[in-house]
């Protein structure tokens, strides 16, 4: 029965449907090509599927930017919101399934994703302007609660699954297995590579592969490469020099001419050049934020420039640490002090008491500044040689009884002299047109990798990982990586827009306080409660009531460049 031929008598009924923010993702991930390229790297084979592998994944990563939910959810997280939304209509909603899912997972593995991930980035640098002239690079773990013992490094259809091992826990938890998660983002902190390798792998041998792979997406070798002191080596640093790439790097304390600077400054002082000189963005009544510069004339053993970086912000952060862990560090060993002189130390011979000092210095990283020796102490005491009471020609003898004990010191000539070197670090450049402010800029723009690294930790929920297989979980975070660089260009083209507009901020913080920079997240929460809704009479659409915008919705859609449309019916009916 159509509208016209309904009984009067037919009663209306009101639905509601959920758009949230996905016309705003949908905008982007449109932009970006992505499905396309999915569709051309993820085929669907078997033409009976309802919904294909690429419909699939644009569910699931849809969900990462929005819901996160785990994949065993996603049919119901659909299923809240209007056809369409997540790319796909209400009838391949009814066939979604975490197994469908799954094995749309299977199928991402599987496909040449090395391939895919340059495209993808490529198209997003030409059609969003995204430059690749500077690349940060670091890595961060992802930790796994569960056994995970099949996923050693095994074979899943030809392919080298990634191996869920025990590895350094750069989130402090030494009792879980892990993957390693690398990304690389431009100098904007839009994502320009992912890889994951094993838990166990170390920083220091990833960054050449990581390397030849950013040359394809840059399209040209001599972009600046920018990684912390993990990249300095002599592999990495040949193999990146010999291509004709440039880089900027931390030198790790270990080098010689680290050791050599320090040893300099005891009898010298650097013609420090003063760079920046800002406000304590921390404490407003605090100490200013002063960064200097300065290039000794002895290069490195490879011939490059080194540039030295003093911060004196910096200088009272390692000076206060290290009097905390003095103070703890001496703390410790009075209470062994204590220990030993009671009438039960329960620490039985040298090598105890020597294990339990060495435990102490290396928890508190202290042998440097505190000297500790093993001491014998005799103690006296005088016992009758008969029985009876003791008169005046009683007869005594003496007992003698040796126990350890240790004696301490602070090192006051070491502590001066590693004060002397307080806030200051060495950076390596194998580019010598880079001046030491050129240098310095490059490297302080590594803590944009952090944030990243934060959204994705927190933000997008990575972990817990509900997924066993680890060829599944290798994909998945793949997913991750798109909805990173979703949200980046978000960010990018609001923050861009207001800069363009002299906007310096926008009430998108709760109860409308003003935001300086505003992030993806502000901008999916101002959206998240969009609905539409549809009156019916015998099953029939009467009206559409289109989302309401508010000035504050259309504002920032304005400056995203997303038509007002998206959140219009396309199949209005009056």
Not at 43 to 62: F, I, K, N
Not at 414 to 442: C, F, H, I, W
Not at 549 to 555: A, E, H, N, S, V
Request: with cysteine.
């Amino acid at each position: 029965m159509n509208r016209s031929q309904a009984h009067p008598s037919e009663r209306f009924a009101l639905h509601s449907e959920r758009l949230g923010p996905l016309p705003v993702v949908n905008a982007f991930l449109d932009r970006m090509g992505l499905q396309a390229l999915l569709e051309k790297y993820v085929p669907t084979p078997d033409r009976r599927s309802a919904v294909t592998h690429a419909q699939a994944l644009g569910v699931l990563l849809r969900s990462i930017l929005v819901e996160r939910e785990p994949v065993y959810r996603q049919q119901e997280t659909v299923h809240e919101f209007a056809p369409g939304c997540f790319g796909i209509d209400a009838q391949q909603m009814a066939r979604l399934s975490d197994d469908r899912i799954g094995r749309a997972l299977d199928r991402l593995f599987d496909a040449d994703r090395a391939a895919l991930l340059t495209e993808v980035v490529v198209a997003v640098g030409q059609r969003f302007g995204v430059a690749f002239d500077r690349l940060h690079n670091d890595s961060t773990s992802i930790a796994f609660c569960g056994q995970y013992r099949a996923a050693g490094g095994r074979k899943l259809r030809g392919r080298t699954a990634p191996a869920i091992v025990f590895g350094f826990s750069k989130d402090h938890r030494p009792d879980l297995r892990q993957l390693l998660f690398i990304l690389t983002v431009s100098a904007e902190g839009v994502p320009a590579s992912f890889r994951c390798a094993d838990g166990s792998t170390s920083d220091s041998v990833t960054h050449i592969q990581t390397w030849e792979a950013l040359r394809a997406v840059a399209g040209r070798h001599d972009f600046l490469y920018v990684a912390d002191s993990k990249l300095c080596s002599y592999d990495n640093m040949q193999h990146i020099d010999a291509a004709g790439g440039r880089f900027v790097t931390v030198m790790p304390r270990s080098r010689q001419e680290d050791a050599r600077f320090r040893q300099w400054i005891q009898t010298h002082t650097p013609d420090w050049e003063l760079l920046w000189d800002r406000p304590n963005v921390r404490h407003a009544d605090g100490p200013r934020d002063c960064w200097h510069v300065f290039r000794p004339q002895l290069s490195s053993m490879e011939g490059w420039p080194i540039t030295w970086v003093w911060s004196t912000l910096l200088t009272l952060h390692q000076r206060a640490a290290r009097d905390r862990r003095l103070a703890a560090a001496t703390e410790q060993l009075e209470q062994l002090h204590r220990r030993l002189m009671g009438a039960r130390a329960r620490l039985r011979g040298a090598a105890e008491i020597d294990r339990r000092v060495q435990e102490i210095l290396d928890q508190y990283r202290v042998a440097r500044y505190l000297k500790v020796q093993r001491v014998v102490r005799e103690e006296h005491s005088f016992q009758q040689t008969r029985r009876g009471r003791p008169g005046p020609d009683t007869a005594y003898r003496r007992i003698t009884r040796r126990r350890f004990d240790i004696e301490y010191r602070v090192d006051e000539d070491a502590v001066a002299y590693d004060q002397k070197g307080d806030g200051m670090y060495p950076l390596l450049s194998n580019d010598r047109s880079l001046t030491p402010a050129q240098a310095l800029e490059a490297h302080k723009g590594q803590p944009t990798i952090e944030k990243r690294f934060e959204q994705v930790k927190t933000v997008h929920e990575i972990a817990p990982v509900f997924l066993k297989n680890e060829g599944r979980i290798e994909a998945l975070f793949t997913l991750y990586f798109f909805a990173l660089l979703a949200q980046a260009l978000i960010e990018r083209e609001l923050r861009d827009a207001m800069q363009r507009q002299a906007i310096a901020e926008l009430p998108l913080y709760p109860e409308q306080r003003a935001c300086r920079r505003p992030t993806t997240e502000q901008v999916l929460r101002l959206f998240s409660l969009a609905q539409r809704h549809r009156l019916t009479q015998a099953g029939e659409t009467v009206q559409v009531f289109d989302v309401q915008l508010t000035d504050l919705q259309r504002q920032v859609l304005d400056l995203l460049r997303v038509s007002q449309a998206v959140y219009r019916a396309s199949d209005r009916r009056n």
